[in-house]
């Protein structure tokens, strides 16, 4: 029997359920990636994720060639190109770990029709998640709503089921290559319609199987306060790596709970906040499939502060925002870690959010999309799901009356400027009493800094303390209509 494994954001050969059945039930396996040629040409990602994309496909690729089988690509329309695939090749199955996203759940479900119209078999698996909607359900078979329930019935869900890691496939060797002709190399960037740019991370399994084991042997275990200094490598940074599947959750979680039983410093209390955070992707991950609209609008109808409308201002306050030209340090440190890099430290990223929406009033739909075309890690129900917590629309969203304040964040959680000198050169000399607000430094302060606000390093686009009183003002105002 000849199968296809239809890759996707699965990018490993670990704990690759799809794969693993494969080999278990085939003579012959055909791994096959399609480049999403609309996709690629909606300009929705940047190339920072292109990139980091194609590495960890070219990592696989040598992998897989290792063991004597070549992973094939193609490129166009994904329904066409696997259907077109399975004809060619005649494949007698297709297997394909399930994405849960609305338009690829639609898309998956087209290829699912092409192919039983050509005698195809389909087999599909859970992945992208640990325990997927249909696992996680309330009282009475109602998807839930809040965190803390979820939380609760994820633990007993995992205590009961004891979600297994899949080895590599003992089978996958020369023996299960299918006779096929060579593939030409992969595209590059460039040829996908997209730069070539230095990645600020390295992409692939092996580099993700080994900042999982420097994250579960030091810092992980400091983990509860390390993950809110941004100027410290106190966080996993594994987000992209869960993002194309280079690393599985289940993996993750079962090298964090075998932590706990190891001697030396070992901190429970921080091992399982980081567990916490990777069930907060199962939870958002189900309330994009149990509540589909909350892609394209609020999770809840509720009265909020509207957004500034559009026009010259909003669009002046937006690109200040974007080029982390805002006058406000750690606000604009995270928008260059963004653009520069490709990813932002998880707490900058709540405090500029909470800038854009309650500071500029600027519609929170705009970041979230920002968010998507810059980020590697980007993932549209994580993200969604933080954007609407920051805007007091979403499930267990942040009351509305909660406003970063992003000079004290900064003085909080950057006391000594570190992380905003590293990407606001402007204000490297800015001593460190000053480095919150330079905007209060003297003339005299200035000139010895080498640092003149409004023209090194700019102005406050607003004023924080007018911003959110006009802000809460509003807010009353809604609730009030």
Not at 130 to 149: D, K, M, N, W
Not at 164 to 191: C, D, F, G, H, Y
Not at 398 to 423: C, E, H, T, V, W
């Amino acid at each position: 029997m000849r199968g296809i494994v239809w890759l996707r954001r699965d990018l490993r050969l670990h704990d690759q359920p799809a794969l693993t059945a494969a080999c278990e039930e085939c003579d012959e396996v055909i791994p096959l990636f399609v480049f999403d040629e609309p996709l690629l040409h909606s300009d929705e990602f940047g190339s920072a994720w292109v990139n980091f994309m194609l590495g960890c496909l070219q990592e696989l690729a040598s992998s897989l060639a290792d063991r004597g089988i070549i992973l094939q690509w193609r490129r166009g329309d994904q329904v066409e190109q696997v259907t077109q695939a399975a004809r060619e090749w005649k494949a007698d199955v297709v297997y394909w770990n399930r994405d849960y996203e609305p338009g690829t759940i639609e898309r998956d479900r087209l290829v699912q029709q092409q192919l039983a119209r050509l005698g195809v078999a389909v087999r599909t698996f859970k992945d992208h998640v640990v325990f997927e909607a249909a696992e996680i359900r309330g009282a009475t078979g109602e998807p839930l709503q809040r965190y803390s329930a979820y939380r609760t019935r994820w633990w007993t869900k995992w205590h009961a089921t004891k979600s297994a890691v899949q080895s590599v496939p003992a089978s996958l060797t020369k023996t299960k290559a299918a006779p096929l002709p060579v593939i030409r190399p992969l595209p590059t960037a460039k040829e996908l319609g997209y730069d070539l740019v230095d990645l600020a991370f390295e992409p692939g399994e092996r580099q993700a199987q080994k900042r999982l084991r420097w994250f579960i042997d030091g810092p992980i275990h400091s983990y509860a306060h390390g993950r809110n200094l941004p100027a410290i490598d106190g966080s996993s940074q594994l987000s992209l790596h869960f993002r194309f599947g280079t690393l599985s959750p289940r993996t993750a979680i079962h090298a964090a709970l075998r932590s706990l039983a190891k001697g030396g410093r070992v901190s429970r209390s921080d091992v399982m906040t980081w567990v916490d955070e990777l069930i907060w992707r199962d939870f958002f991950q189900q309330v994009l499939t149990a509540f589909p609209h909350v892609a394209t609008g609020p999770f809840k109808a509720v009265s909020v502060p509207p957004a500034r409308p559009p026009g010259s201002e909003r669009d002046r306050l937006f690109r200040a925002w974007c080029e982390g030209k805002t006058g406000y340090p750690l606000v604009d440190a995270g928008m260059r870690q963004l653009n520069q890099t490709g990813w932002m430290h998880n707490r900058v990223r709540m405090v500029v959010a909470s800038f854009l929406i309650k500071d500029l009033r600027i519609d929170w739909q705009s970041g979230e999309q920002y968010f998507i075309r810059h980020l590697i890690d980007a993932d549209v129900a994580a993200n969604n799901g933080n954007w609407q917590w920051c805007a007091s629309t979403g499930t267990d969203a942040m009351p509305g009356y909660r406003i970063f304040n992003p000079a004290l964040q900064s003085k909080r959680f950057d006391a000594d400027g570190i992380y905003i000198r590293r990407y606001v050169p402007e204000l490297a000399r800015v001593p460190a009493n000053r480095i919150h607000e330079p905007h209060l430094m003297s003339p005299d302060e200035q000139s010895r800094s080498g640092c003149h606000i409004g023209v090194d390093y700019a102005a406050p686009v607003v004023d924080h303390r007018q911003a959110r009183q006009e802000y809460l003002d509003l807010g009353k105002q809604q609730v009030m209509r």
